[in-house]
Every structure is written in structure tokens, then in C-alpha cells.
């Protein structure tokens, strides 16, 4: 047992007796190595210039204005009392609005003893103001200007919530990529976030041999940097700007979309100037932002989430006829409500007098709620919202802006994870006509349209090239009973045409038929007792329900999609109805759509 024990301990000092050996002889080498080679090297790196954006016609949507930023010799405040301030002093004589306690926390802040590389005190002075100057600071050896880039967003306000903003990049985001830590700059929203990555670029680098005062004797290697890695958009800019001002004071979001997800245009209202936040916003503008109502800074077509009302009713419908084959072959008898439970609860159709006896074309046409009451009791809930989201409704749409919201389609698992609560059938009929829990973004709207134009469920798409390479649409066909989808389809186009249509003042005299459906979206519930509701025109302005319109055209080669919300603007086809007519008007005189001749419906 002895001469064990010895074994090992003689066995465990050989081993320590090996590694030490090995790490002072080999490992060590390769650190010492290492440490000679950067003592007698130094690399430098070379900013990538960052893509643009372009909408579909070349018109830039996001550029690098040129222009110079202002470096300071390190360790000047070491050097001598006023050496720094006579310095600063020096640059602010040319640029009085530089603010001086700015530049000397910044300076300090990076003026280490290790630290011998120049300091930036100035991001960015624009070209013009810079040129006749630059001469006369670059006398001072004191002072390094180089060539610097500021983002640029010439249309502003009406392309914030595509484009996005770049902003500077955080201590989180430098760590994640090591190309955004030189930079100093990422995308935080829109476009700019999504392909930040190919905007971006790849760094360039030099690597000096360098003397033990850090002065470059000979250039090793130079790799230029990868820039200009450009985005072609979808979009149009001019009908973004058109559709923007067409809402005036109004609030609320539109998208153009083509059957094929490719997006033309879409507009969120009000907005902002995303120029505010290259540089960093004040806390003023931050503040005004925040504090309107109206929220300029939600990007509503994808983060605006509203009960969709009437809109949703040919889903429904879908799903009905997914779930029970049979259901939508019987006509219903609308005599303004039905009643549930034992105390009798009235749920009511929008038309107090009823809409009699009922068939599915009719009720999209004139928007009958007690048939959409009666179907969603036969089919469930659970039935409803499994086809629902597969018809694209509370799911992401896959558009590619960063954090899209699903929205939701509730079912009797969601309700119980989310309250702890049973579901009652009363939130089954609710939910039939696209209220109570339900919520949708316009982005989701529109791409189910889509799928009511054509049976195939589209990805929406901003981006058409990313760097040179074309963007593929991704369309997926779903296959519908061709009876219920034309007789929902027949609906829609009543809706625009027939003169009970919700819709017919606003888009019956077109260069083209239109197939759609109205939707009036509720902010605030009707008490049971109220029997005349009061009208929208009455209530206070964010007490009125929202107006949903979306629709699809020609009705018989249907090639775009238009789907609007006007915030608090009562009714779709009176408030939003307006709006889509003049967009199509505008597409037709753009050349947007080939027309044919009409067939007539049935």
C-alpha cells in the first residue's frame, strides 16, 4: 500500500515537473510571441462607407451625406495646463455652436497613458462648413481631421417607418459584433436594423511595422474595405408621399401591397424625422414625441394591433367552411340579435331591424353579424382561431422590419394561460365578428386579403434587391371549397359595386371593378340597455371606433392590395373608403395595373 502512495505522489511531481516545463518553453513562447509581434506592429482599421437605400425607381431613401470629423492629439492635458483648452479653443473659434464641456468630457474620458492614438472630440462637421477651414486646423499638429459619413433620410417624416434610423451603437451591441464596436454606429430601426449586417460592410485594415514610439516605419499589409452594400426597395416614394398627405390630420396606417407580397407603399400617420435621431435626440423632441396622442413613433401597419371588426368576416367565413364543410350551405335568419344564456343577452347585429334571411354572398355584402353569431356557435372556437392563424391572422407576417407584432386570435388555451378563466360563448360570438379579444395589425390584414385574391398566403416583402441579389417572393397556395371562396369573393365585390354595399359611394366609379370589405373596429363596448346607438360623429374623438377598409383590384385579374385604417374615423367606407379610391385612382394613372375587360358577377 506504501509503495503505492509513493507512486502516485512521485507520479503527480513528474507530471507538475512536465507542465511547468511546458508552459515556460512552448507555451509561454506563443504568448511572448504574440506580444513582440504587437509591439512591433500595429493595425488600423478602415471604416466600410454604409449602403444606401433605394425605392424601386433608384430615388435614394437613406444616404451618407460627406463631410469631416475632428481628432486631438491624447496625453495634451499632461502636456501643460492649457495646452488642451488652447486646443479646443483653437476649433471652437471656427465653430462656435461646438459646445466646449462636451468636447473636454469626451477627451478625458479617452486620455489614458496607454492610449496613443488621436481622440474624436467632433463626429461630424458637414463638408461645406469644413473645407475652407481645413488647411488652417491641419497647420496644428495638435489637430487630425478625417473623412467621416453622417446618415441621411431626404423624405423624412414620410419613409421613418420603413427606412428606420441609425443611432449610436451601445456597449451590448458592440460586444455582439465586432464591426459595429469600430463603427460606433448600428441600425436601431426599420430597414436599417433588419440588414444592418449587408449595410454595413466589412472593415478595411492596415498593418504598420512600427518603432517602440509607435511611429510607422512600413506598411505589412492594407485590405480595403467592403462598402456600398446597397437595399432596392419595393417601394414607391412617390405614392408613399401621396397616400401621406391624402390623411391630412387624420391618423392611421395604409399598405399597397402587390398579390405577390412585393409592398409599394406603407405608410404609418402621423410620423417623425428619423434625421433627429442619427446624431442623438434631445430630450425635448423625445419628450413631444412620447406625449402625442396619436404616437408618431408606433409603426402602426406592423406594431399598431386593433380589434379588425367586419374585416375579418371572409376569414371567418373560411374557417367555418374549413371547419364544417357543410355550415355555410344553409342560409341564416337575421332579425337584428340573438340571445344567450338565461338571462336572455342580447348580442346584436349592427342593423337593429335585421337583415332577414341571409346567405353567406349577402352577408358580406350587407355585413350581417347575427349570421356570423350563428355559424361561429356550430363551429367552436378552437376551430376558429386553428384556421384563423393559418390563414395569416394572429401570427407575424414575416415582413422584414424588425419586431413585428402577431396580434392575437384567442382560444380556450390562450384564455386560460392568459387569465386563468374559462371561455364562454358569448366571447365565441364576439370574436365572429372580429371583436373582444381579437386583434390584428394592418400588415396581417392585408396579407390575408392577399390570400382571399389569390388562394396563396404571401410573405410581405420590402426589400426587392439586398447587395445586387434579388429577393424571391414566397407565396404558399392553400386550397379553399372554389364554391364558398367565390360566393365570399362575390360579397367583397358588392361591397364596392352593389348599391347596399358598405362601400359603393366610395368605390363604385373606378377605371377598374374593386372586390373589398368595410370594417368598423369598436373602442369602447354598447350597454345592453342602450337600444339606438349613438353615432360615431357624436362621440369624443378617441371614444369612436376605427375604420377598416381592404380590398384587392381588378376583381377579375386581381394584382394590388390596398388595406387602410383611420384611427377613430367611424366608419370604413365613409372615412378610409375615400382614401383607397384615390390610391387606386393614382395606380392606374401610374401605370401600375393591366386592365382587362370586366366580366360581370353572378
Request: proline share 4%; glycine share 8%; net charge positive.
Amino acid at each position: 500500500m506504501k509503495y503505492k502512495i509513493v507512486v502516485v505522489i512521485f507520479s503527480l511531481l513528474w507530471a507538475g515537473l512536465i507542465y511547468r516545463v511546458y508552459s515556460i518553453s512552448i507555451k509561454s513562447n506563443f504568448y511572448y510571441e504574440k506580444l513582440a509581434k504587437d509591439n512591433i506592429e500595429k493595425k488600423m482599421y478602415m471604416k466600410p462607407i454604409r449602403g444606401e437605400i433605394l425605392d424601386r425607381n433608384g430615388k435614394i431613401l437613406a444616404q451618407n451625406k460627406i463631410g469631416f470629423s475632428i481628432l486631438i492629439a491624447p496625453h495634451l492635458n499632461r502636456k501643460g495646463k492649457t495646452l488642451l483648452d488652447d486646443t479646443i479653443n483653437e476649433i471652437i473659434s471656427y465653430f462656435p455652436k461646438l459646445d466646449k464641456k462636451v468636447m473636454l468630457k469626451v477627451y478625458k474620458k479617452s486620455s489614458s497613458a496607454y492610449n496613443h492614438k488621436f481622440i474624436k472630440v467632433v463626429d461630424f462637421i458637414k463638408y461645406e462648413n469644413m473645407i475652407n477651414i481645413y488647411p488652417i486646423l491641419s497647420l496644428n499638429k495638435n489637430i487630425d481631421i478625417e473623412a467621416e459619413t453622417s446618415r441621411f433620410y431626404p423624405y423624412g417624416k414620410y419613409l421613418s417607418h420603413i427606412t428606420g434610423y441609425i443611432g449610436r451603437s451601445n456597449k451590448k451591441e458592440n460586444k455582439k459584433d465586432s464591426i459595429v464596436d469600430i463603427v460606433g454606429k448600428i441600425g436601431k430601426t426599420g430597414l436599417e436594423r433588419t440588414y444592418n449586417k449587408i449595410l454595413q460592410g466589412e472593415l478595411g485594415y492596415t498593418i504598420h511595422k512600427v518603432t517602440a514610439r509607435n511611429k510607422e516605419v512600413e506598411l505589412l499589409k492594407e485590405v480595403y474595405p467592403q462598402s456600398n452594400r446597397n437595399i432596392r426597395t419595393n417601394i414607391d416614394v412617390d405614392l408613399q408621399k401621396m397616400i401621406y398627405d391624402r390623411f391630412g390630420d387624420a391618423s392611421g396606417a395604409v399598405i399597397v401591397m402587390r398579390t405577390n407580397g412585393e409592398i409599394l407603399s406603407a405608410v404609418s400617420v402621423p410620423s417623425f424625422d428619423p434625421n433627429m435621431f442619427v446624431g442623438g435626440i434631445s430630450f425635448k423632441n423625445w419628450k413631444i414625441l412620447q406625449n402625442n396622442l396619436d404616437h408618431p413613433f408606433t409603426n402602426k401597419f406592423i406594431h399598431g394591433t386593433y380589434p379588425p371588426g367586419s374585416s375579418i368576416k371572409m376569414g371567418m367565413a373560411l374557417a367555418f367552411s374549413k371547419s364544417m364543410p357543410q355550415v355555410l350551405d344553409n342560409s341564416e335568419n337575421c332579425f337584428g340579435y340573438i340571445k344567450l344564456g338565461k338571462r336572455g343577452h342580447k348580442f346584436r347585429c349592427w342593423n337593429k331591424y335585421g337583415h332577414g334571411k341571409t346567405s353567406l354572398r349577402k352577408a358580406i355584402r350587407e355585413s350581417c353579424d347575427v349570421y356570423f353569431y350563428e355559424k361561429s356557435l356550430k363551429v367552436g372556437i378552437n376551430n376558429m382561431a386553428k384556421y384563423l392563424k393559418s390563414f395569416g391572422l394572429g401570427v407575424k407576417s414575416g415582413v422584414d422590419l424588425p419586431l413585428e407584432y402577431k396580434g392575437i386570435i384567442p382560444d380556450k388555451d390562450w384564455k386560460r394561460k392568459r387569465f386563468g378563466q374559462s371561455w364562454y360563448k358569448g366571447e365565441t360570438v364576439i370574436a365572429s365578428i372580429g371583436q373582444g379579444y381579437v386583434l390584428s395589425t394592418p400588415m396581417q390584414i392585408a396579407r390575408y386579403t392577399a390570400l382571399l385574391a389569390s388562394s396563396n398566403l404571401v410573405t410581405p416583402q420590402i426589400a426587392q434587391k439586398v447587395d445586387s441579389e434579388k429577393v424571391q417572393p414566397i407565396q404558399i397556395p392553400i386550397k379553399f371549397n372554389i364554391n364558398h371562396l367565390t360566393q365570399i369573393r362575390n360579397g367583397m365585390y358588392d361591397v364596392c359595386n352593389s348599391k347596399k354595399g358598405t362601400a359603393y359611394k366610395a368605390l363604385h366609379n373606378l377605371p377598374f371593378l374593386i372586390a373589398g370589405k368595410t370594417g368598423t373596429s369598436q373602442v369602447v363596448s354598447i350597454p345592453q340597455h342602450e337600444k339606438n346607438r349613438m353615432k360615431e360623429k357624436d362621440m369624443e374623438y378617441y371614444r369612436r371606433s376605427h375604420a377598416w377598409i381592404t380590398t384587392y383590384a381588378p376583381f377579375d385579374n386581381p394584382q394590388i392590395i390596398v388595406t387602410a385604417i383611420v384611427e377613430h374615423g367611424g366608419h370604413g367606407g365613409s372615412t378610409a373608403g375615400p382614401i383607397v379610391a384615390d390610391i387606386y385612382r393614382w395606380l392606374d394613372e401610374h401605370n401600375y395595373i393591366i386592365k382587362k375587360e370586366s366580366r360581370d358577377v353572378e
